[in-house]
């Protein structure tokens, strides 16, 4: 971390420089001179900056404008002679910096302290003033402190306006003479406080009459300054109003030193406060903020309202909120998010998305988090560099206590000098109070959701199948609406002969019993399609088996069998929302597929299947009704805007049109979405089917059959015998150990032939595990795992397919496309 702080030492010049260059021409002079004396405490180890201005006399030069500490600790004047050995003399129009030991030689020694332990820089400016800084550094001003004081003075460099140097201001305005009490105001003053020009006699007095007692003090204490005192003032403060009604006002004012014949005046201006001041007060910010965080669900709507409640208000720069993790900081927002906004030591150590520190790396958090209470440190303050860039203008920590410990911190930064108001400091208090509770009960409330999201995660598909000709991707919203469980779901099945079931389904409910309902019924389709049923039979079984189940809940579910190898589809829909297509010229059409009752509704209900064309670049879009009906939008409207969406979005990039169709989901309901983009098969299998029928020359017909189709396909003899081997022993067993219809199917695709045999028997061969001399069967299933690459069953329709793998080393020479 040291080397990243030296790094931005390196680079101070160049900062300085880039600040003052903000500071443009529109604003007001004197605000404009006073920034630009800020840049000198920002960007050097000054602690005092002013700007002085040759005397109208011409004898002598004449403060300006300061910025720092009061000037009475370092005997600086008012009003300083020009001569010889001044410290506001510079010999040839040089820089002069003077150390502690050159200061005692000064003329101005006897205002000095006994023992000054301070430097003095002072740089001349073109119109004849100059520019003196002090620093309490050992040392004095570096070198790159003095060539960014020289960037101030170069800014400083322009006529210096007359308002500026005779300390008057535009608007309304008042005159004060400090010694005499008689005070100069225009007609707009007058107005403000109820009095007549005629009625008016010219007395301060006339003006303090009007103040409401409470805040006269306040006010005294600035029409009647210290001397000695530098700089701006400010207040609000109330009068009565004819009426009897309190109005705020805001005085904004300035001492002009006393010069020979000129007594000190206060001038300044007076302005209705309400015209002014934020449009709510802190009272109405906390009430605010507790409002928004008796909502704040998740530790980020809590960060939200913090900072909502904070940057405005305070003109802070740069916010940061944490939680507090054992010894780490675990950032939860960074206000402004750009990474160029904040240290480069917080881009290089915290790399995680949402970044955290050890909080021993900035001691100086550290001990404000043990102290437990808000901390602030004005500019110029030696912190930690991972902290004093955060606000080289001030920074404030806010410890947010919860139940008698911390539960993370507030980082407030500014990037200009920044005065902490009494009022400033209750408000940074206040809203730690609120934030440190806020942040427990959301950090609560998000461990909770993320255990409900992993459980409803758990019963969806970790992952898409990938499947032949085709491309699928699915997305699934939780709610947002406090803790609870969807019922929504998709599922992707592969089915043999290259065909894929689509599935998205909706439980009634949010709660664990619509969840668990949803994880049964994902199941129960997944069984019944994989057993080889038509569309419409596996939707009627999840039918019959949710109404025998006794359930209160029911179920919507939309079902798409779709066969990749010839582009067709059949769709079943159970009361639920119809599915989109997209065609490949952009067409967008919602599919009007009769549907049946939702599932538990009915036990005996017919769910009619509508057919599909779909060609390559097709895409289909099932979703739940979260995503398309809300209490505001209509489902038709819904459908609508899905369609427009859909038909809009490039279908290269499934991934893409998911997450621009769910930007505006209502999170109120969970949403599930499934698109699957057909492509079509490059090469499609080759396929012959034969039914075997129960005669004694069977097994020699179901041969001469596969040896047919094969030698028609382009496979070598050689290859052929294995086939016709594996061909005997499946149809043999089939025709043996099983009653009923007997069919074979013969399938070639590139390198791999697929032998399979269906029969009505649902039981499984059992391959045996010891054979004896004496046995008259069970080596066919033996013979059969010798000779293919891979072998299984199937359910299929009450019934088994027992199929094998070939692996020819010879492709055939015809292949269909």
């Known amino acids: 971390m040291g080397s990243e702080g030296a790094a931005g030492r390196r680079t101070r010049t160049q900062r ?54 009061p000037r009475a600790l370092y005997g600086l004047r008012d009003v300083h002679p020009l001569t010889a050995n001044a410290p506001a003399v ?90 005499s009490g008689r005070v100069e105001v225009d007609d707009e003053v007058l107005d403000l406080c109820g009095i007549d020009r005629d009625a008016f006699d010219g007395r301060v007095e006339t003006l303090l009459a009007r103040t409401v007692p409470e805040d006269l003090p306040a006010l005294m204490s600035v029409v009647e300054p210290d001397r000695t005192s530098v700089g701006d003032r400010e207040l609000e403060f109330r009068i009565l109003q004819p009426s009897g009604e309190p109005k705020w006002l805001r005085l904004r004012g300035r001492l002009v030193p006393a010069t020979e014949g000129c007594p000190a005046r206060l001038v300044g ?59 780490r900081l675990v950032v939860t927002v960074l206000d402004p998010p750009e990474p160029e906004a904040w240290p480069e030591v917080w881009r290089t150590e915290w790399r995680t998305e949402w970044p955290d520190a050890p909080v021993r ?48 911190a507030c980082l407030v930064g500014w990037d200009r000098p920044h005065d902490f108001t009494p009022d400033e400091r209750a408000l940074l208090t206040a809203v730690a109070g609120l934030a440190g509770q806020a942040l427990v009960r959301a950090h609560a409330f998000d461990a909770e959701h993320e255990l409900i999201g992993m459980l409803q995660r758990a ?29 929504d779901w998709y599922d992707v099945i592969p089915l043999p002969d290259n065909h894929a079931a689509l599935v ?33 039979v596996v939707v009627a079984h999840a039918n019959r088996l949710l109404v025998d189940m006794e359930s209160d809940l029911f179920a919507t579910c939309c079902y798409v069998d779709v066969d990749m190898e010839e582009g067709t589809a059949w769709c079943v829909r159970a009361g639920h929302i119809p599915p989109a297509l997209r065609h490949p010229d952009g067409r967008t059409e919602i599919i009007e597929a009769e549907g049946g009752p939702p599932l538990g509704v009915v036990g005996q209900a017919d769910f009619p299947m509508t057919p599909l064309r779909l060609q390559p670049g097709a895409v289909i879009a099932l979703t ?37 169709l769910l930007a505006d989901a209502n999170r109120s309901d969970d949403v599930a979405l499934l698109l699957v983009r ?21 097994v020699r017909h179901a041969r001469r059959f596969t040896r047919r189709s094969l030698r028609t396909w382009g496979v070598e003899q050689k290859e052929i015998d294995t086939v016709l081997l594996v061909v005997s022993e499946l149809v043999t067993n089939a025709l043996v150990h099983t009653d009923g219809q007997v069919r074979l199917d013969l399938t070639l695709l590139n390198h791999r032939l697929r032998v399979s045999v269906a029969d009505a028997s649902p039981r499984t061969p059992i391959k045996p595990t010891n054979i004896g001399w004496e046995a008259t069967g069970g080596r066919g299933i033996l013979l059969v795992e010798a000779m293919a690459a891979a072998w299984g069953t199937l359910p299929v329709s009450g019934g088994k397919q027992v199929w094998a793998d070939l692996h020819l080393e010879h492709p055939p020479t015809t292949v269909r496309t």
Not at 270 to 293: G, Y
Not at 463 to 486: I, N
Not at 629 to 641: Q, S
Request: charged share 20%; net charge negative.
């Open 269 to 327: 201006t007076v302005a209705e406060a309400s015209k002014l001041r934020p449009a709510v007060s802190d009272v109405t910010r906390i009430q605010r903020l507790a409002a928004a965080l008796a909502t704040a669900g998740t530790v980020r709507d809590v960060s939200t309202a913090v900072v909502a409640a904070l940057r405005a208000p305070l003109g802070a720069d740069r916010i940061a909120l944490a939680e507090l993790e054992s010894d």
């Open 624 to 660: 739940t009704d979260g995503l398309v009906e809300t209490a505001e939008t209509p489902l038709d409207d819904g459908l609508a805007r899905l369609a427009g969406e859909l038909s809009a979005a490039d279908p290269g990039h499934l991934g893409l049109v998911a997450d621009v």
């Open 504 to 536: 998205i389904g909706d439980v009634q409910g949010h709660n664990a019993g619509a969840a668990t309902l949803m994880g049964q019924m994902r199941t129960a389709l997944r069984a019944y399609a994989a057993e080889g049923h038509p569309p419409d």
């Open 361 to 408: 790396a900035m001691p100086t958090l550290a001990a404000a988090l043990r102290a437990g209470r808000p901390a602030v440190w004005p500019a110029g303050t030696a912190l930690e560099p991972a902290l004093a860039e955060v606000g080289p203008g001030g920074l404030a920590v806010l410890p947010l206590p919860a139940g008698g410990g911390t539960a993370g």
């Open 16 to 69: 300085a420089e880039l600040a003052l260059k903000t500071l443009t021409t529109d604003l007001e002079p004197r605000e404009r001179l006073r920034r630009i004396l800020e840049q000198a405490l920002s960007y050097t180890g000054a602690t005092l900056a002013a700007v002085y201005a040759p005397h109208e006399n011409g004898d002598g030069l004449r403060l300006i404008e300061t910025v720092g500490v």
């Open 678 to 698: 057909y492509d079509g098969m490059a090469v499609r299998p080759l396929r012959e089917t034969w039914t075997v029928w129960r005669v004694p020359q069977a």
């Open 90 to 179: 510079h010999p040839a129009g040089q820089p002069l910096w003077l150390a502690p030991e050159d200061l005692g030689r000064c003329a101005d020694a006897g205002r000095l302290p006994p023992e000054p332990d301070f430097s003095l820089g002072v740089l001349p400016l073109r119109d004849g003033g100059c520019l003196a800084a002090v620093t309490d550094q050992p040392g004095g001003f570096d070198a790159e402190d003095r060539e960014c004081l020289q960037l101030v003075a170069e800014a400083l460099a322009g006529p210096t306006p007359a308002s500026a140097v005779q300390g008057t201001l535009a608007g309304s305005s008042f005159s004060l003479a400090v010694d």
């Open 459 to 487: 019963l969806l598909p970790r992952r898409l199948p990938q499947l032949p000709g085709a491309v699928a991707v699915a997305r699934y919203l939780p709610t947002t609406a406090g803790l609870e469980l969807g019922g």
